[in-house]
């Protein structure tokens, strides 16, 4: 069977499409990056936010109009939350709901009569196939809090991880296929070894240990999962200087309206601790924006604090009424009008801060991981620092997968990536 995987949403989702393409390549199936030749096609939505649901029905759609013939199976967070809804939606043939993904692939095989073993075959590291060169590892599922906002939580359920052994012999197979990069992913990574007496320090140390992969990074971790001890596991070059703390609002008012954990006092603390013993180490986040009862007041806390604390990179969410979380009966729900602004205005700040932290870079020379070709008429690739900064090169020498010491040259005209001229040309034109 030729299978066609698609992913809206996550890192998470992007994991477990990794999951299952490599457990179908070692059944014998064959693995179609375009649905219009697939026999199967399997797609991993997401529900983070309404426009989110919106956008996985649209995709279900899409797919079904595109190869109508196709079987298709539909999982993760929308088709958790909306199963009934999700059945009856023209061109679907299975749901599985999160708690039933690890079993995905044999449900798949069970529900179309599928033989469960074509032929054994050693197969490339299956995200080579999908175009990518860093593996996500999903490291656990689930999440014990209950942020006011959040439905993921809901979706997904209570908090399951891995063992250190399964995740470490997972990354030992990637990187003997040629993964130079991987990245930990989960729905609260922070709180990996909660139901099993372990921790993500734990975890860390063993992968450093007990692998040799040369690049890992974490995908989002709650600030208030960060040990006093945490940032010496940094000492080690192999853990990549980037990380993504979410703090979705600057205003310790509406901060508490969401029931997070942390405040703006402490995730400056961290902040300020990481940046004193890493130089340039690179902070993202996660904001929302228009949460409800949101005042002017609180939003002007909100722009001030993230234009202080300063960020490589920031993830913007308009606030979107969720059922069945505790925010959707909140007083107080923001004008679309006023949210839309709001966004504005944060978009415009964060590309400002972008831009500034490019420019710290520039003369550096840093090990990139190359990617694919942005441009193949103008020879152009594009890859990542350790930092978590796109990379653009004209160096003729480059391959994909491969990593390479190139020089910071000027950050682009868009202020979004760092320019790397190798050959000495008017390339700056392209940028």
Request: proline residues 3%; contains cysteine.
């Amino acid at each position: 069977m030729n299978i066609n995987f698609q992913a809206l949403g996550c890192r998470l989702n992007e994991a477990e499409l990794e999951t299952w393409v490599s457990q179908f390549l070692k059944l014998g199936h064959q693995v179609t990056t375009d649905s219009a030749e697939a026999d199967i096609m399997i797609f991993n939505s997401c529900a983070v936010t309404a426009e989110a649901d919106r956008k996985s029905r649209k995709q279900i759609g899409r797919l079904h109009r595109n190869n109508p013939r196709a079987k298709m199976v539909v999982t993760g967070c929308h088709a958790s939350l909306n199963q009934e809804q999700v059945k009856n939606y023209l061109g679907v043939d299975m749901v599985v709901s999160n708690q039933d993904k690890d079993h995905l692939v044999e449900k798949t095989l069970d529900h179309f009569n599928l033989p469960d073993s074509v032929s054994q075959v050693d197969t490339e590291a299956a995200l080579f196939l999908r175009g990518r060169h860093r593996a996500f590892i999903k490291v656990q599922d689930g999440c014990r809090y209950r942020c006011t906002y959040c439905i993921v939580t809901i979706a997904r359920g209570a908090e399951r991880s891995r063992s250190i052994d399964d995740i470490v012999n997972e990354i030992n197979e990637l990187h003997r296929h040629g993964v130079q990069e991987m990245a930990i992913t989960g729905v609260h990574v922070g709180g990996y070894g909660s139901d099993t007496g372990s921790s993500l320090y734990a975890l860390l140390n063993e992968i450093l240990a007990r692998t040799e992969i040369p690049r890992i990074r974490l995908a989002s971790v709650e600030p208030w999962d960060i040990p006093d001890n945490f940032f010496n596991l940094f000492r080690d070059s192999r853990l990549m200087p980037h990380m993504h703390l979410p703090i979705q609002s600057g205003s310790d008012s509406v901060l508490r309206r969401m029931a997070r954990r942390c405040k703006t006092a402490e995730f400056t603390r961290i902040v300020e601790k990481v940046r004193g013993e890493i130089p340039l180490f690179n902070i993202t986040t996660d904001l929302i924006v228009g949460f409800p009862g949101e005042t002017e007041q609180e939003w002007q806390q909100t722009l001030d604090y993230v234009e202080r604390t300063g960020f490589g990179h920031m993830h913007i969410f308009t606030y979107s009424r969720r059922e069945g979380t505790k925010a959707a009966g909140l007083p107080g729900q923001i004008d679309p009008t006023i949210k839309k602004e709001r966004s504005r205005q944060m978009h415009q700040l964060a590309a400002q801060l972008k831009a500034k932290e490019l420019e710290k870079h520039l003369g550096n020379t840093y090990p990139v991981l190359w990617e694919q070709q942005a441009n193949r008429d103008a020879g152009l690739w594009t890859g990542y620092t350790p930092h978590y900064h796109k990379m653009v090169s004209d160096d003729a020498g480059i391959r994909a997968a491969e990593i390479s010491d190139v020089v910071v040259d000027q950050v682009s005209g868009d202020g979004l990536k760092l320019v790397n001229h190798s050959r000495q040309s008017e390339l700056h034109t392209c940028f």
